[in-house]
């Protein structure tokens, strides 16, 4: 989140990191990313209208989105399906969620012990 990645450098580093994943977004590999895009799409939207053709309309559209996008990354970026998929997004939703809270106080001096279990976890020490 706040480490040297494409987001946070500048200059020749951002080069060097923008040469490196610039293949990644190659027209051929986009062609295929659009195509597992728009198979889950399709596959939430059956599965919406099963919802909806069962009398049931009810339902959380935020989270079936979220799980949907959650499924394109897992497919497009780690070529991770099925089953795998959801353990791996569970794995990544933790990830996030500790980097985030071991991070919010950012610049406060001595943050790692004023929350020392999350800092913790974010680090991967259990």
């Known amino acids: 989140m ?39 799409t399709t596959n939430m939207l059956d599965r919406w209208a099963i919802q909806i053709n069962s009398g049931n309309p009810v339902f959380d559209m935020e989270k079936e989105i979220v799980v949907t996008a959650g499924e394109i990354s897992a497919k497009t970026s780690f070529g991770v399906t099925g089953e795998n998929a959801t353990q791996f997004l569970k794995n990544l939703r933790a990830m996030q969620l500790a980097l985030f809270h071991s991070h919010r106080y950012v610049g406060v001096p001595f943050s790692g012990i004023l929350d020392f279990k999350q800092t913790l976890e974010a680090k991967g020490v259990r």
């Open 2 to 40: 706040f480490g040297n990645g494409l987001v946070m450098v500048e200059g020749d580093d951002w080069t060097r990191h923008r040469h490196m994943i610039t293949p990644a977004f190659s027209p051929l590999n986009l062609k295929g990313m659009a195509n597992m895009m728009v198979e889950s």
